[in-house]
């Protein structure tokens, strides 16, 4: 996995919502094809503001973001989806007043061609969302949105996937659910990079992890060695399954 | 349990509303000034009929009563003939603020010189199609154009989708990109509306303008009487709504607008281009205010500067009562307050016909926070 290229190259960002409140503060992250990589960190840490900004959503003043050897610094959302990366939203990840079938239209917006086929490619990811397929998303339960949420996102294929906080309002069954599909998916060939609350759970899944403090990138290494860092422990994982 | 006291405050309206309108008709038997105000604007609409000066209300009130002299030489039942008048009148609004939804919808911006496409759209196709020497602003020049109706209307028509590309390409889109907030934008909008209103008025002028000289001539239907060019308005009106519904649910750019609406960082996120479907948006919706500002200047017989903005705090009643951003909910809205506006005529003064209007608004709200077609969100 090592030797893979490397797909996502994010150098020293500094981003913020308004001007002149930098929340990033120099982020730097190397992510390889077919990677699945977490980024943990306390509440504020920039977490969400991290993937936000490299997926065009937050300005960034300052530093770059590569994908392969396309500088993607700043470019705007629908032209990244495009070039081959999907994003989650946390919160309102779908078009409530829209069915799930067109949430997924939406999703292959810019290929409609292919809306079809891939249509049954993610059916068989998601069979549940095949039998709800004429539902409206609005009235569909947290767990079953987040289905829609990343099925959208997998409809144009993208080489890179980003979610932010998949599991985060969900019962932990649900959460459970979710982090195991986040695995197939990654497994299928797309590269993940995942941000999320539930530290431990996203550390035992995941290739390798980042760990964000006050919108820096404090440490990265594996989900294991993470896990057993007694630093990691100490401030993000508690005592509990240490 | 929201449900019951739903219904407990339903019944509670319910039943002012029937009292209201119980006082109402009894003061009006007793012939107390509520009454005798509405024989009395249905005597002085007629007679203001000539002048061409005549504000709105007596003009449309030259309307009813035709409808009101014209019963009892004919079989007309004039409950019938003002529901009838109600669902035109309806259908007009709906055209005319069936955009001011969609661009709510999608920018979140209540644009309060959205009456002001409905006056431009009547007015330029007065502009079009009068015999008179006409001239364009600032260039000193007079000449006739005199075009028919229909070929006047249409150059009205693109000229107004075309303001409405301009605006969002040099204003609006400039102000979203900025980040402006969406009260600062309304702000910018209401100072948009008054500096057209006047741009309308230094125009053409602050006299009602006609459309047309020829005189509609009346179908009657039995029960009730409806003006030929009424009922080429009301199939019109119902091509385009059916129009606007068969973009919004069947095509792909129309159901991305419907994504737009519901949360447009996530269709940006899902490779929409939110400019450009909120551009066509501001597109269609000043079109079909020009098309709604046409049909109802008329059904009105004459158009002056002012008509959109008269109609603005009926439009904006429409659209909330339907469903903030709901397409269709401007069309049940438009449909519920044409009614209402109508029929309250016949027990209430035509002075009051708008108050009802909000009247209803505020009650509906009451019951029903969400609009009759806005839908509770489940959260979680």
Redesign the interface.
């Known amino acids: 996995m090592n030797d893979a290229p490397v797909i996502v190259h994010a150098d020293d960002l500094y981003a913020g919502y308004l001007p002149g409140v930098d929340i990033l503060n120099g982020c730097s992250m190397e992510v390889k094809e077919g990677e699945l990589i977490g980024i943990i960190g306390p509440n504020g840490a920039g977490k969400s503001t991290f993937l936000k900004s490299l997926f065009g959503l937050v300005p960034i003043r300052s530093g770059t973001v590569m994908l392969g050897d396309e500088d993607i610094t700043n470019v705007r959302a629908d032209e990244l989806v495009k070039r081959g990366i999907g994003f989650v939203p946390q919160t309102n990840n779908v078009f409530p007043s829209l069915t799930v079938l067109e949430n997924l239209e939406m999703g292959a917006y810019q290929r409609p061609k292919s809306f079809r086929s891939q249509f049954e490619r993610i059916g068989e990811l998601f069979p549940k969302l095949v039998e709800r397929k004429d539902q409206r998303a609005g009235s569909l339960s947290g767990g079953e949105r987040q289905m829609v949420a990343m099925a959208r996102a997998l409809m144009m294929d993208p080489k890179v996937l980003l979610l932010d906080e998949p599991s985060a309002g969900l019962s932990p069954d649900r959460q459970d659910e979710t982090f195991v599909r986040t695995r197939e998916i990654n497994r299928t060939g797309v590269t993940v990079i995942m941000v999320e609350q539930n530290a431990r759970r996203c550390l035992q899944i995941c290739d390798r992890g980042y760990v964000l403090d006050q919108g820096t990138t404090a440490y990265t290494a594996s989900g294991q060695e993470l896990l057993k860092d007694p630093k990691v422990i100490e401030l993000y994982l508690g005592t509990l399954g240490a | 349990m929201t449900n019951r006291i739903d219904r407990r405050v339903l019944l509670r309206a319910l039943i002012v509303l029937v009292v209201a309108a119980a006082a109402v008709t009894l003061l009006g038997a007793l012939g107390s000034p509520a009454a005798a105000s509405s024989t009395d604007a249905v005597a002085h609409a007629t007679v203001a009929a000539g002048d061409a000066t005549a504000g709105i209300a007596q003009a449309d009130t030259a309307v009813h009563a035709d409808a009101v002299t014209t019963e009892g030489d004919s079989g007309t039942n004039r409950y019938v003939q003002q529901l009838v008048n109600g669902i035109v009148f309806g259908l007009l609004l709906a055209l005319a603020s069936v955009g001011l939804s969609l661009i709510y919808g999608t920018t979140g911006l209540s644009n309060f010189a959205h009456g002001e496409q409905v006056s431009l759209g009547a007015l330029l196709t007065f502009f079009f199609t009068t015999q008179q020497p006409v001239s364009v602003p600032f260039i000193p020049v007079e000449f006739t154009i005199g075009w028919p109706l229909i070929p006047s209307a249409l150059a009205a028509i693109a000229l107004a989708a075309g303001s409405g590309w301009l605006q969002d390409r040099f204003l609006w889109s400039p102000l979203r990109r900025r980040r402006v907030s969406i009260v600062q934008q309304m702000i910018v909008s209401i100072g948009l509306s008054l500096a057209l209103l006047n741009f309308i008025q230094w125009w053409f002028g602050a006299e009602r303008q006609r459309l047309t000289t020829s005189i509609d001539t009346r179908i009657d239907f039995g029960l009730f009487q409806v003006g030929q060019t009424t009922l080429w308005s009301v199939l019109i009106s119902l091509l385009c709504l059916g129009g606007v519904a068969f973009f919004l649910l069947k095509t792909?750019t129309g159901?991305?607008t419907?994504?737009v609406?519901?949360?447009p960082?996530?269709?940006?996120?899902?490779?929409?281009?939110?400019e450009k479907v909120v551009r066509l948006v501001w597109i269609m919706a000043t079109g079909l205010a020009a098309v709604g500002g046409i049909l109802l200047a008329l059904y009105d017989n004459a158009a002056a500067f002012d008509v959109g903005a008269r109609l603005l705090l009926l439009m904006f009643a429409a659209v909330t009562l339907g469903g903030l951003g709901q397409a269709f909910g401007a069309l049940v809205g438009s449909l519920v307050i044409g009614i209402a506006v109508e029929m309250s005529t016949l027990w209430l003064g035509t002075d009051l016909k708008y108050a009802v209007a909000l009247g209803i608004l505020i009650l509906v709200l009451l019951v029903r926070p969400q609009g009759i077609l806005g839908?509770a969100?489940?959260v979680?």
């Open positions: 792909r159901r991305a419907r994504a609406s519901d949360n960082s996530l269709a940006s996120a899902s490779g929409i281009r939110v839908r969100e489940r979680g």
